[in-house]
């Protein structure tokens, strides 16, 4: 079976400030990670993805993130927060060339403060 | 490419009454998958597609609630005998098959149960 874990459900950070979102992962598989932004009533959009090719991903709107397999981490980054990163975040694994199922976390409330 | 589409968006019934949920995914994507998310939850598997197949279905899935996909192309969620905490938002998502790709997924249909 598979889970994750996004311990906490909210964060807050100044504009211009490191934004740090961690996320552990289970799983018996060889897995893919996934890291989605959701805005208030809107359905998921996709960050980033490891696909178990480099193992520092980049993604959309500035955010990376590094898989790390002996700490069982994908923590999702971004050097400088903007107004518009406020939304909830949820890190996601799957298994490979199965049903590729997604399991969520609970996520990540980011507040971002002028 | 238009994306997934969901409809309704919001949809408010009363307990007992009858729903229906359409998802037209991405045209070329051979799965679709459907989940559930509640306050301040992740997003839930319920089932998913691969064509016209429906390979898994959750636990999730009570006996009230059936999908189908004629054809390989839209799919239908209906819930039978709507009980309040069938409130939810139901995401439709859909996806190329073995490419490690990702979802893409629709806007979300809002269920309030009264």
């Known amino acids: 079976a598979q889970s994750v874990t996004q311990l906490g459900s909210h964060v807050s950070v100044s504009e211009g400030a490191l934004v740090l979102l961690r996320c552990n992962y289970s799983?018996?598989?060889?897995?893919?990670l996934f890291w989605y932004v959701q805005y208030p009533n809107q359905g998921l959009q996709l960050l980033l993805k490891?696909?178990?090719?480099?193992?520092l991903v980049k993604g959309i709107n500035g955010f990376e993130a590094e898989f790390k397999k002996s700490e069982t981490s994908f923590h999702l980054t971004k050097p400088s927060a903007h107004m518009s990163d406020a939304a909830e975040y949820f890190c996601?694994?799957?298994?490979?060339?199965?049903?590729?199922?997604?399991?969520f976390g609970k996520g990540m409330k980011l507040t971002v403060n002028p | 490419d238009t994306g997934v589409s969901q409809d309704p968006r919001h949809k408010i019934t009363k307990r007992g009454q009858n729903v229906t949920f359409r998802c037209d995914p991405i045209s070329e994507h051979n799965r679709l998958y459907w989940y559930r998310q509640t306050l301040g939850q992740g997003p839930e598997f319920l089932t998913y597609f691969q064509n016209e197949a429906q390979l898994e279905k959750s636990r999730l899935l009570s006996d009230r609630f059936s999908a189908e996909r004629p054809k390989g192309s839209f799919s239908t969620l209906e819930i039978q005998r709507t009980e309040q905490g069938d409130s939810a938002m139901y995401l439709c998502?859909?996806?190329?098959?073995?490419?490690?790709?990702?979802?893409?997924f629709g806007s979300g249909t809002r269920l309030t149960v009264v």
């Open positions: 996601a694994v799957s298994d490979q060339g199965g049903s590729e199922k997604l399991v």
């Open positions: 490891y696909t178990s090719a480099a193992t």
């Open positions: 998502a859909s996806s190329l098959a073995g490419t490690g790709h990702g979802y893409t």
């Open positions: 799983s018996s598989v060889p897995p893919y």
